[in-house]
């Protein structure tokens, strides 16, 4: 369909009922213009319960799937730009999952539940969420430069752990932008550390390649009284996290560290 508006209603739209069964809907190719779908109960179990590819301007409004074949998406969309708002996707692989797509993602009905994921944001898809959001395991999923974009614009991304130096234990875990890529954000940093040299009392020990904090920030510690000093630093052109232990710590132990901070930059 192209240059105009389509409308495809059930006779309940803009409401969540089972009244209106169809298997599923395969939307191609369809725009420029406006694809409208409103009100459907789609029931199949062998594939996506909705599948939009290579189409501008579609909307998809009060829809559900609630079958328990994880296997399958609920809706999918590729290669398009399109909304979803008031929907309730149940028992799916993933509720929502967006490739090379543009979209908004708005108001689920709570209801959406037991999804192995909830929004899967992939191969450079800018993902929109306002309001409630289906539910899964994996709440949100990114993959190959996928985003997800919050109300006020802010962006949020996967786990960091790229780029981190620690010259005397073995790291795990990394840090969480949440906010803008660039400039002010918070940053949550969940960083575990095994220790692989002896390490001395009164000798200062960093992990380096983290944001850069707005000022000095204390940093938690499992065990918390192995070490006087625990704090977020900057060094010009990046964070690093210092330690300083109180007494000699033998190689083998392991410390989980975490904090949440502002950055800068």
């Known amino acids: 369909f192209h240059n105009g508006i389509f409308n495809l209603y059930s006779d309940t739209k ?9 298997n599923s809907i395969y939307i191609k190719n369809c ?7 409103n ?5 199949t179990t062998n594939r996506e319960a909705i599948q939009v590819l290579g189409s501008y301007g579609v909307y998809i409004y ?24 008031s929907c309730k996707i149940a028992n799916r692989n993933h509720a929502a999952s967006f490739s090379n797509s543009r979209c908004v993602s708005a108001y689920w009905d709570s209801g959406s ?25 994996n709440p949100l999923l990114q993959g190959t430069g996928g985003a997800f974009f919050y109300e006020n614009g802010t962006q949020i991304r996967n786990m960091v752990n790229t780029g981190l130096s620690c010259t005397w234990g073995t790291i795990s875990g990394g840090y969480i932008r949440h ?8 940053v949550t940093i969940q960083i575990s550390v095994t ?34 000093y625990k704090a ?18 033998q190689i083998g132990n392991t410390y989980h560290f975490n904090v949440t901070y502002l950055t800068i930059v």
Not at 39 to 43: H, P, S
């Open 39 to 43: 009100g459907f109960d789609l029931t």
């Open 179 to 186: 906010g803008n890529m660039a400039g002010a954000a918070m």
């Open 14 to 22: 803009s409401t969540l009922t089972g009244t209106c069964h169809v």
């Open 113 to 137: 539940v037991g999804n192995t994921a909830g929004v899967s944001s992939y191969n450079g898809s800018q993902v929109h969420l306002f309001g409630t959001q289906p539910n899964g395991i």
């Open 62 to 85: 009060y829809c559900q799937s609630t079958v328990s074949i994880p296997a399958y998406t609920g809706i999918q969309v590729n290669e398009s730009f399109c909304s979803i708002s």
């Open 232 to 249: 977020i630093t900057s060094t010009g052109s990046t964070g690093q996290m210092v330690v300083q232990p109180v007494a000699n710590i």
């Open 195 to 228: 220790v692989s040299i002896a390490l001395s009392q009164g000798v200062n020990y960093t992990i380096s390649g983290l944001p850069i904090p707005a000022s000095v920030v204390p940093v938690n510690c499992q065990v918390s009284d192995h070490f006087g």
């Open 31 to 37: 725009g420029p213009g406006y694809t409208n779908i």
